[in-house]
Structure formats: structure tokens, C-alpha cells
């Protein structure tokens, strides 16, 4: 049975999802203010990076005849409250200048200038604090911007379609493999990434124009590699791409693979489609879980993330 934190929390991650095309390079995040008798007296999510943060937006929700219920009401925010002076002042300062009795978060923010500070902040002031509500799920949120700030380079995502048999072309041509709706679904993705990169075989051969038609959205910043060009993951870090799609061709996607250079592969199979021979899709590896499986018609889209 869902608690009232997780229940708050939950709508935090709903409201942290709006943020997903403007927040960039900040993450999402959602705030929920709740007064002593359960009810929401005020919401918000960081809309525009540059702009208020999630609990910024929800203390400016909050009616002037509620304002006196905030000494007794608890904030749930998805990620820890910031604590440094960046665009905007620090959160953790205004919620203890609001005087809330008491702060839930989902998960820690890794970012640098943040890293539990805000958290401890906030106990240094007398406020409860209780942290790691939905943690798992108010993680996922932000993996792109985790990754980016952990690791130094970009949350990578690879990517195929393939036969019912195994192959990702038609006798080493090009061949319709996505359904229309699937093919959008890509374009979907497209919009929400930072680039998305192919290999020079691939380029040459289908010509793939790697833009968001099918969908609303900023095009991703297109990427070409070979042994001349090699990926040079400090170069896109310093560029702030926060998420690379990898989408081939099949020797482009092996190199990723052999070198465990992944964080998430989705695999769209054609399950009524074969044909004769061609180019044979990567293997999954080892060390891949699935986590999420649909079926769209006669396609089928299977997600996998390091075990």
C-alpha cells in the first residue's frame, strides 16, 4: 500500500516531467508543499533552466491565505534542494526562511556544487528531514544528467530496429523495419536527446537525414564517426550534450557494445518481418536486464539497462 510521502512523491515526479524539454542542462525536478491536514496548498516544477527552480514555483503557488499554514506543512521535492548561489538563489535557504517543519526528498543531487549540502543545510536549521522516498524512481528521472556529472561524458542510449530473424537490412539494403507509429516513437526520442550519432558506412549508404519529422521538437545535433573521426566523449562533455542515441550501423554499435560503452539499449523487432540474409543486429550483452517490454501491432520495442 502507497504512504502519503509516496503519494506525494509521486506527484512530484509527474510534475518534474514537464520539465523534460525546457530544464536542460538542469534537471527535472518537482515540488509538492503539503499543509498539516493532507491537502496540497502548493506545486511546481522547474520550468526553463536560468529561471525559478521547482521550489521557487511552489511557494509562489501557495495562496496569501495559506501562507500562514507553511510553518506546520511539509515540502517533497523530487531532488535535494540546492544550497549554492547558481542562476538562482539556493532553495534550502528559502524553505528554511519559510520555516516548513519538516523536508522529503526522493534522492540526493551527485551535481558537484549540491552533493547532500542542501540536505544537511536544512537539518542544521532544525528542519526534519527525511530522505530517499521513490529514490529508485526519482533517480531514473535524472539518469542523463547523473551520468553526465558522474561520469564526464553522456548517458548513452543504443539503438535498432531488426528482422524477426536477426537482421537490421534486407540483404545489406536499406528496408522498412519500424511500423509508422514505432518510426514516430523515434522521432520522439530524437526530440528529447541532446545528438545522436552514426557510423561513415551508414552515412554513406542510407543517408539518413537523423531529424525530428514525425514529432515536435528540437532536432538532435548529428554526429558521423570512423577511424578518422573517432567519438571523443571530454569533446561532448565539454559541450554539455548531456545524451548520445547510437543508432548504427551494425560494426558502429559493436564498438559501443565491446567496450561496455552503454547505459541503455532499446531494440525494436519487426515480429512478422524476415528476410534472407543481410547484416546480422548486434547481440545483447551479458550484463543487460530488461526493464521494459511493449508490443505496438506487430512491433515490438524492448528496453535494457546495465544489470
Known amino acids: 500500500m502507497m504512504t502519503d510521502d509516496e503519494k506525494y512523491m509521486r506527484r512530484c515526479i509527474q510534475l518534474a516531467k514537464n520539465g523534460q524539454q525546457n530544464a536542460k542542462p538542469n534537471p527535472m525536478v518537482g515540488a509538492v508543499i503539503v499543509s498539516a491536514d493532507g491537502r496540497i496548498i502548493g506545486e511546481g516544477y522547474h520550468v526553463r533552466c536560468g529561471e525559478g527552480h521547482a521550489e521557487v514555483n511552489a511557494f509562489a503557488s501557495v495562496r496569501s491565505e495559506d501562507e500562514a499554514l507553511l510553518p506546520e506543512s511539509t515540502i517533497y521535492v523530487s531532488l535535494e534542494p540546492c544550497s549554492h548561489y547558481g542562476k538562482t538563489p539556493p532553495c534550502a535557504d528559502l524553505i528554511i526562511k519559510k520555516g516548513l517543519r519538516r523536508v522529503v526528498v526522493g534522492c540526493i ?99 539518413p537525414q537523423l531529424t525530428v519529422r514525425e514529432w ?4 538532435p545535433k548529428r554526429l558521423v564517426i570512423d577511424r578518422a573521426h573517432p567519438l571523443n566523449l571530454e569533446s561532448l562533455h565539454a559541450h554539455h550534450i548531456q545524451s548520445l542515441i547510437v543508432e548504427g550501423g551494425a560494426q ?10 552503454w547505459d541503455e539499449i532499446r531494440v525494436e523487432t519487426n515480429t512478422t518481418m524476415t528476410v534472407s540474409g543481410g547484416t546480422r543486429a548486434p547481440q545483447i550483452p551479458a550484463n543487460a536486464v530488461v526493464v521494459e517490454g511493449r508490443s505496438y501491432g506487430d512491433n515490438q520495442i524492448i528496453l535494457y539497462r546495465k544489470a
Open 109 to 207: 543531487d551527485e551535481f558537484a556544487e549540491v552533493q547532500g549540502r542542501g540536505i544537511r543545510k536544512l537539518r542544521e536549521a532544525g528542519i526534519e528531514v527525511e530522505v530517499g522516498v521513490l529514490e529508485e524512481e526519482c533517480k531514473a528521472l535524472n539518469h542523463r544528467f547523473f551520468t553526465f556529472h558522474r561520469e564526464k561524458r553522456p548517458y548513452i542510449i543504443l539503438k535498432w530496429a531488426q528482422t524477426a530473424n536477426g537482421f537490421i537490412d534486407d540483404n545489406h539494403h536499406p528496408t522498412q523495419i519500424s511500423s509508422a507509429f514505432t518510426k514516430m516513437l523515434s522521432h520522439k526520442l530524437r526530440a528529447e536527446e541532446d545528438a545522436i550519432l552514426v557510423g561513415r558506412v551508414t552515412e554513406e549508404r542510407d543517408h
Open 216 to 219: 515536435e521538437g528540437p532536432n
Open 252 to 261: 558502429t554499435l559493436r564498438s559501443f557494445l565491446v567496450q561496455n560503452l
